[in-house]
């Protein structure tokens, strides 16, 4: 039976992790402090969709006080819409134990309604976290079961059809998802970069107008 040195100095392998992409909205949050702690890697940036980005994952994070406050100002549905666009999405509501409803005209059947209508008619599922630190073990855990990434922008070989995706989804507010859609309707990027406003507003709304905005947008070279 071999012996195992206890006192070895050799380096124990560790179990590789996909980057964690945060929201500059969320840098100031206790859940980022916990994630760098527990070894993350942690890549600031503007996300138009979600608060982290994990993989092909759009995640949106709220405690249970701003969950209520996006409903009744109906901010919520917004961003679950544009969580579609993602083929995998998730919501975390932190601190649901905290929920206080005295000042609203709500009451905890209402709330109960609205989260099964975002697992069954969204098909978003909702996870429900204690704290930051629990919300940060659940995120921590995710980038650890992810495979290896599998992002087109990783990639050193991609084909044809991965190019094209790759190009649209560099658009602000376009994920894999919508531009998937968008590929499958217009067939070349030609023709989508061709496409009136209004056509493409049927598939993702108004970003049609920012879209379109930065393709006739001048190049200013400052070099």
Known sequence: MPFFNIFSKK?????????????????NSLVVSEL?????????????IADYIIGEI?????????????MLNKRLFIQLKNLQQYEKSLLIIENYQEMDLRNTNLNENTIRGLILSISL????????????????LYLSLIAKK?????SLRAKQQMTDSERLKFILE???????????????????????????EEELSSFIGKKAEKFLELINKIYKNKD
């Open 146 to 150: 992810e495979k290896s990434d599998t």
């Open 36 to 48: 760098i702690s527990q070894g993350n890697k942690i890549e600031f940036k503007q996300l138009e």
């Open 170 to 196: 560099g658009f602000p507010g376009i994920g894999p998802k919508t531009a998937k859609k968008l590929l499958k309707n217009y067939k070349t990027l030609k023709q989508v970069i061709n496409a009136k």
């Open 58 to 70: 759009a995640i949106e994070r709220k405690t249970i006080s701003d969950f209520i406050s996006s």
């Open 121 to 136: 008619e969204y098909k978003i599922p909702i996870i429900f976290t204690k704290n930051e630190k629990d919300t940060a």
């Open 11 to 27: 380096p124990i392998k560790e179990k590789k992790t996909k980057r964690i992409i945060v929201d500059n909205r969320e840098k």
